[in-house]
């Protein structure tokens, strides 16, 4: 018996792709035995078997196996990717934000740097700013009809994972709440910015280039400083009836603030900024 299946296994291995065809079977059963919970169909699996996914915006997936990966070829996995930003059909020509949202037309990322030089996509950043282009009726707080306190066409400043992104019109565009708009920027310097609502722009410390007994720190080992002086205060929240209610820093303060809070800014002249809630300052320094 055992000569028998030696000789049907010379036989069978006796060309190039008859040799191929057995070793993936070998490798295909204890592929199936360490991923019990996965199973593949076919000799191989790329991005052309998925689903479209259409109406989604392109970005970057990591895929991850938790056994061997016997007889499949890794470079199929290059470039796989779904899409993560709702796209709007061209029959739909207009937008209506609804209750206290906002539409804002996403700034172009940076491409190049100021002298000339093409940015990898992984350094550039995500923008925080933009157009608004569309805002809802507002709400209702107790008695009192609270009004969005952007208008269409202002340049604003959202927080940095706020909203939902939307293709709409070839361009992509945020779809937020009021409340994750930082402020209102017309220049391209970030010192300009009008804090909204709740929000206190602070101008932050330098970080300290020395220790206590004199050494020169190197710039990883700087302690990111949670101290700065209040550049721009917001008008306030409102309270339960719509009604603002004064902050408690003002502008000119030097204030300690939660280290891992608010949204941070390089302004034109490198200096660094910090704008976050009020609730966030910890304490008044003098």
Do not use: W
């Not at 300290?208 to 990883?220: D, S, V, Y």
């Amino acid at each position: 018996m055992y000569l028998g299946f030696l000789g049907f296994y010379l036989l069978f291995a006796s060309s190039q792709s008859g040799l191929d065809n057995l070793l993936f079977l070998f490798h295909q059963s204890l592929f199936q035995k360490s991923m019990a919970t996965v199973q593949f169909a076919g000799s191989s699996f790329t991005s052309r078997s998925l689903p479209s996914f259409e109406g989604l915006r392109s970005s970057t997936v990591r895929v991850s196996f938790v056994g061997p990966c016997f007889g499949l070829n890794q470079r199929c996995f290059r470039g796989l990717s779904v899409k993560a930003a709702t796209v709007v059909a061209p029959k739909y020509t207009t937008i209506k934000p609804l209750g206290d949202r906002v539409l804002v037309k996403i700034k172009t990322v940076e491409e190049k740097t100021t002298g000339g030089i093409l940015l990898p996509t992984t350094a550039q950043s995500k923008p925080q700013g933009g157009e608004v282009v569309a805002v809802g009726e507002g709400r209702t707080m107790g008695k009192t009809k609270v009004d969005i306190c952007v208008q269409t066409g202002a340049q604003v400043v959202y927080s940095k994972y706020a909203g939902t992104e939307v293709e709409f019109n070839g361009s992509n565009h945020l779809l937020l709440k009021e409340d994750d708009i930082v402020g209102i920027l017309e220049t391209d310097d970030v010192k300009d910015l009008k804090p909204l609502n709740d929000r206190v722009l602070i101008k932050v410390a330098e970080a300290e280039q020395k220790t206590a007994g004199g050494l020169l720190l190197t710039e990883a080992s700087k302690e990111k400083p949670s101290i700065g002086t209040v550049v721009a205060v917001g008008p306030g929240p409102l309270d339960e009836e719509g009604n603002r209610k004064a902050l408690s820093v003002a502008t000119g303060n030097t204030v300690l603030y939660s280290k891992y809070a608010g949204n941070d800014f390089k302004g034109s002249d490198g200096s660094a900024y910090i704008a976050l809630r009020a609730s966030d300052v910890m304490a008044v320094l003098s």
